[in-house]
């Protein structure tokens, strides 16, 4: 079964920097495209950012460019998320999520989540 | 505020039929496929619907999708008391580029 662990999270004073991870096992991992997906206290979900395959691809979401970046070692099988600029919103429990198919990239259909991570930013 | 939009809450009784909303524009379910996710209390999302009408395999057929236009609605049948979750739909936007999703039902089995 497709595991996925994210770490990183914890309690990040506003303005600072942070850099989440994400350990995938039980597949291929090289093969697929990632994602970011968050989620604030009693809220919905929230897209964050894609990564493809090879890393050459990378999108964002208006939210976060410019101050968060995804990236991947597919050598050691993780998925990272840099975080700067922390701010208050940005507040959640971020998942990793593997995408279903090995030709897709940006459409949200994800077979696999991680168990989540927990980011509070707070002075 | 999110970019597709579905009701805070639903609710039915055990049996019951419920379905549950999801209203985007022409940049996003009005040309893309899209995606239901489940997610139990203090659990990560599961996929429920992909491709707007299609079934996961061990996705009971009780839960189906549907799509029209710049509409989308997940439908539940006989309903059960363990169906009560956070019901989430999503697209890709064509215009932001970017994964939308709406902010989520709580379905109350009563």
């Known amino acids: 079964q497709v595991q996925l662990v994210e770490s990183g999270g914890g309690v990040v004073q506003p303005g600072r920097s942070l850099r989440l991870s994400c350990a995938a096992s039980r597949f291929t991992f090289s093969n697929y495209g990632m994602h970011w997906v968050r989620q604030a206290p009693g809220k919905g979900l929230e897209w964050v950012a894609v990564?493809?395959?090879?890393?050459?691809?990378?999108y964002y979401s208006d939210s976060v460019k410019g101050r968060f970046t995804i990236s991947r070692d597919n050598s050691q099988n993780t998925l990272y998320l840099q975080m700067s600029g922390l701010r208050a919103e940005d507040t959640a429990v971020y998942y990793c999520a593997k995408v279903f198919g090995q030709r897709q990239l940006v459409l949200p259909h994800f077979d696999f989540w991680g168990q989540g991570t927990l980011v509070t930013v707070s002075s | 505020q999110s970019v597709l939009t579905q009701p805070p809450s639903a609710s039915g009784t055990p049996g019951q039929r419920v379905t549950i909303s999801c209203s985007g524009s022409?940049?996003?379910?009005?040309?893309?496929?899209v995606y239901w996710y489940q997610q139990l209390p203090g659990t990560a999302p599961k996929l429920l619907i992909y491709k707007n009408d299609q079934r996961p395999s061990g996705v009971p057929d009780r839960f189906s999708g549907s799509r029209s236009g710049t509409s989308a609605s997940l439908a539940i049948s006989g309903l059960r008391s363990e169906d009560e979750a956070d019901y989430h739909c999503a697209a890709w936007d064509d215009s932001l580029s970017g994964v939308v999703f709406g902010g989520g039902t709580k379905l109350s089995v009563l």
């Open positions: 022409s940049s996003n379910i009005g040309r893309e496929y």
């Open positions: 990564i493809s395959n090879d890393g050459s691809n990378k």
